[in-house]
């Protein structure tokens, strides 16, 4: 790695991305995106929504849904905490989220919840089918059990400490890139079953 002095301070050289990607937003529209969705089950914290909506951008995922009482667009809050994410992904919003469950299962997508239960299996430890969508929880309540029992599977992070769980939206950034490494970072030419489109 090349390095140089500056002022007697050793300096790398390399360069750090600082800055957005300088594409226009439609041509970014067209690049194929990882057939993943996130599916948010009666989140309370604003907060925690707009990092889901960060993580979905910067993961490139097919699109994110939000359930019940959860923040969804247009929410002043979620404005400020998604840090100008919203305009580059694809969401919708459904009264429950038994409804958002069915809907991605008529479409032959699989849903899989993020939870700690006695049947789930470690995250790293299981293949992830394509498309996929993830199921996560309320962030005192987890994922209602209905909607556990209406998924196709379930995984969780193993916990250690004294407390059982992880920062919701911490969590789902820890479980997207495993998929993505699993999937070898390969978004693929399409995110859907059949026409490609975002739920």
Known sequence: MARRQISGQEETGFEVRSQDLEVPLEQYRQWPKFPLWLVLDNLRSAF???GFYRLADIARLAGLTTCGYTAHPPHPRLDKTAL??????????????????????SRGISVWAVETTSESRPYTEVTYPQPLALVFGNEALG???????ACDGMIEIPVFGYKNSLNVASAAAVVVFEILRK???DPGDRVGPEDGEGS
């Open 48 to 50: 925690n929504v707009g």
């Open 84 to 105: 100008g994410t919203l305009d580059f992904v694809d969401d919708t919003h459904t009264e429950t989220t038994l409804e958002a469950v069915s809907d991605f299962q």
């Open 183 to 185: 999937w070898n970072y």
């Open 143 to 149: 994922v209602d059990r209905d909607v556990l029992e």
